[in-house]
């Protein structure tokens, strides 16, 4: 029984990452494709596909390629009914982009060892910080990180610390200071030259929800700067956690 729940669970898990392979850049597959990236065999793959056709999660165009499926229409629906921000909460992230000087203000949840864009504002600068709604980052890296894991258990921290590609990443002390602080800063973490600031945004339980960030070039995140956002960052959190509007809570 064990051994049939545990295949189960690894053809489900092969059927995500296959799944994650369709993005846009790659609107389409062939079979060969998806063996290639997978590595896994080719009956296998083509069983996978088969069977997220009968799903309609995968749709065969008839030219040897497969594209998403109708039934996936469902699904986004679905999120993106759980996931849009308020209008109140789209105006709050408006503001602090204001504040800021028309920086990018994004807000962030975490998703497994990484962390998931929800919302955005693209700010007005004409150089600025962009990341794509539903773009993953690693979060190992980054203000927002720091923040999303300023709350958790240090074995849990210590194991998103090992997928830095940097010996002993002082991830669990920047955790600990985003707790003591209420609020992150980094600079250069991930890619130099893109500095952030964010802070934490609460559900009802009092649980770290999601993060909300300002990010930007470094050259404009001085020391004096950072000072100057976080007030009004750490005011738009506590706002945001009053909405109480991550993941469709009040729907």
Partial sequence: MAETESSGVRSVQRAVELLALY????????????VDATGLAKSTVVRLVHTLEQCGLLWSRGDGRTVP????LHWAELARSTWQLSEAALLLMK??????????????VRQQHARVCIARHEGT??????VRVGEEMPLWSGAASHVLLSRA??????????LAPHDEW?????A?????DGWAVSHGEREAGVSGVAAPVFDAAGRVAAAVALGGPTTRFTDEAV??????????ARELTALDCIGGAQR
């Fill in 23 to 34: 993005d846009a850049e790659h609107p389409s597959r062939t079979v060969r494709e998806l």
């Fill in 69 to 72: 499926g109708p039934g996936l």
């Fill in 95 to 108: 503001r602090l982009s204001e504040v800021s000087g028309g920086e990018a203000v994004h807000l962030y």
């Fill in 125 to 130: 600068r004409t150089l600025r910080h962009v």
């Fill in 153 to 162: 258990q240090q074995p849990d921290v210590e194991a998103v610390a090992h």
């Fill in 170 to 174: 002082p991830l669990w002390e920047r």
């Fill in 176 to 180: 600990q200071k985003a707790a003591v």
């Fill in 227 to 236: 000072t100057g956002f976080a007030a009004e960052l750490v005011q738009t």
